[in-house]
Structures are given as C-alpha cells and as structure tokens.
C-alpha cells in the first residue's frame, strides 16, 4: 500500500495500532474472564454502612449478610467507634486521594482505654460457594501509622458458620503488628525512625515489605509516615465445593487502627441456564457511546445489569425492564477506553460475564 503523505501513513499506524492493542484485550479477557466478580464492596455506599441495620453487629452462626462484630466491647482511647465503622481514607493518608475526597474505608482501632490489652474486631463477609479453583479473596489494608504502633490482623476462613468463638480456624493471611519496642530502641526514639529491627513483631507480613516499598507509605513532613492502601490476594482452591465465610479479625493489642478497602472475591462459576450469551447478544462491541442489548425472553423485568472494571470495582448497576422493550441501549460515553466485565442479575441469580471494550 502507499502512502500519499506523512498524515496517511500516521492515520494507517493508528488504526493498525489500536486494532491490535483490542485484539490483545479481546484474547485476554476471553482467557481470563471465565472467573467473574463474585463479590464487590468498595464502603461507597455510605448510607448503607452509616446505618447498622443494614449489617449484622451480633453473628449467629447462620447469617447471610455482612457482619460488623465488636467481640471485645471494650472502650476506644479517642471516642473512636468500638466497632469497625466507615472513615474517610485520609486519616490513613494515602497520598493521591488528599483529604477532600470521598474514598471511604472500613476503620478499627486498637488504641483502648487505659490502654487496655484484648481488641478483638470481625468483619465477616456474606458467605460464598466456591465453586472453582481460581477462586481467589482480594483487598486493601494500611495500619494508620507505623513501624511504630503499626496494626496487624488476620484474614480467616470458616467452613461451618460464622460463630466467631468456634468457627474461623482457619488463617490465610497475617499481617504482624508492633507488639513492643524493641531492645534497640527506646519508648522516646523518634517515631520516623523505619528500622523495624527496632521493635518486636507478631508474625506475619508487616507493612509494605517491612518498609521496604515506598509506594505504600511516605513521609507527610511532620516525622510521621501516612499509610498507602497496599494490595493483598489469596487463594481459596483449598474451599472447593464449601460454602465459606471470610472474617478480616483485627486482633491488635495497644497499636492504633487499620482501614480495609476494595474486598473482592473472584472465580469462574459453572455454565448453566445463566450463560450471558444465551440470554443476550451486545452491539456494538467495542463501543463508544450506546451501547445496545437484545434480549431472550430469560431475563425477566427488574433484572439489574452490572458493569465492573478491570480492578472489579462495580461502576453501573442499572434495572432493567426487558420485557416490553427487548432491545435496551445504554449510554457508555462517559466511561473511559478500556474493557468492562458485564453480567446480569436475574430473581436473584448473577449470570456469567463477558466482556465489553469502551473505545
């Protein structure tokens, strides 16, 4: 082919460019989008997470919802809540979300009353079938400071309920928190001072790779250190077949308070009734401003189609009436270019994912 000038030719290169850079999205999500979002929460929702009886704060051993358990019952330093409880993720300072955005994050404190040892705080997630072993639990912790008086907790399992006196046996991840300052050290050593060697620790992963990566913390200018939200997955092949709770436990003695964002749960789910594409073709696909659905008669009026980035974060959730217009169009332009998982929930039942790319 040739070219008749420079415009021609960075025109065709564009093109060529973007039509393999889709063809790449379009092979990995295909290959990776067998597992779907199981379970989202980024604490958005503050009006569900303000109002305690949308939650459970006492667990029964058979609940189907979140949980928030206060086990300790003991009394905050600083009037803090006693239970988790929704902050703005400032006071965990992460630096490219400053103090006037709205990023919330679930919050507990181990900083007591007199000091008091035994903090004992459940977060318990609603609990999940695996049914795959790509099943996987994902989200986001940052002890509010440290190495000094850093937070740890425990990511647990439970295969028989959700009584937390009995059931989470089972620890897939500890996150070591300051237990003392160490023999190196003294209770007046600065507390900047990064050298973990200079306190003792639980076991278990401390912040950040032992302070080591400096893209989860840095220093605010006051000789204190803000905590960045830090990434966590583990697996749960070992729960195939098992219906299971997930508690993040914070069990901190004396420290300060950790925040958790962005739980995620993860993993391919069986082809049945509810495979997307028997119920639903999407055009265009890639799409820039509408994009169209036509339906089979399967997805029923008040079904809710749910749109999830690349980072499983739910940014659409619209109620559908397919029924008396079985061609429905979606306005995506103000979404930014990139690809989307997609599904459905119908009488309560999420379908399969697949996969639209916003050009």
Not at 180 to 199: E, F, R
Not at 290 to 295: Q, Y
Request: proline content about 4%; cysteine-free.
């Amino acid at each position: 082919m040739l070219y008749s000038n420079t415009n021609d030719y960075s025109r065709f290169n564009f093109f060529n460019m973007m039509r393999n850079l889709l063809l790449i999205l379009v092979a990995f999500f295909t290959f990776g989008l067998n597992a779907q979002v199981i379970l989202s929460e980024d604490f958005q929702d503050t009006d569900f997470w303000e109002d305690d009886s949308n939650y459970e704060i006492d667990p029964d051993d058979t609940d189907t919802d979140w949980v928030l358990f206060d086990s300790d019952g003991l009394a905050d330093a600083n009037d803090r809540p006693q239970n988790w409880a929704l902050y703005v993720d400032w006071l965990w300072g992460t630096a490219n979300e400053p103090a006037t955005d709205t990023n919330f994050v679930l919050g507990s404190s181990s900083w007591l009353a007199g000091f008091l040892p035994g903090n004992l705080n459940y977060l318990i997630l609603p609990p999940i079938e695996v049914t795959g072993s790509d099943f996987t639990f994902s989200w986001k912790s940052a002890p509010i400071q440290g190495p000094r008086y850093a937070d740890g907790y425990t990511i647990r399992v439970s295969t028989s309920g959700d009584n937390v006196a009995d059931d989470f046996t089972d620890i897939l991840f500890e996150a070591a928190e300051m237990t003392a300052i160490g023999p190196d050290a003294s209770s007046d050593s600065p507390v900047s001072d990064l050298d973990v060697g200079n306190y003792d620790w639980s076991n278990g992963y401390i912040h950040a790779d032992s302070y080591t990566l400096s893209e989860w913390f840095f220093d605010d200018g006051t000789d204190l250190y803000d905590h960045v939200l830090e990434p966590h997955t583990v697996s749960l092949a070992d729960y195939v077949g098992q219906t299971i709770y997930i508690a993040v436990v914070h069990d901190s003695d004396d420290d300060n308070a950790i925040a958790v964002d962005d739980l995620l749960v993860e993993g391919s789910v069986g082809v049945n009734d509810y495979e997307l594409g028997n119920l639903v073709s999407f055009f265009p696909n890639p799409v820039t401003n509408d994009l169209n659905m036509t339906f089979t008669n399967m997805i029923t009026d008040g079904s809710v189609f749910e749109v999830y980035d690349l980072n499983g974060k739910k940014i659409m959730n619209e109620v559908i009436f397919p029924e008396s217009n079985p061609t429905i169009s979606i306005d995506w332009s103000s979404l930014t270019s990139g690809l989307y998982s997609v599904r459905f929930i119908v009488d309560g039942v999420a379908t399969q994912s697949t996969s639209i790319v916003k050009m």
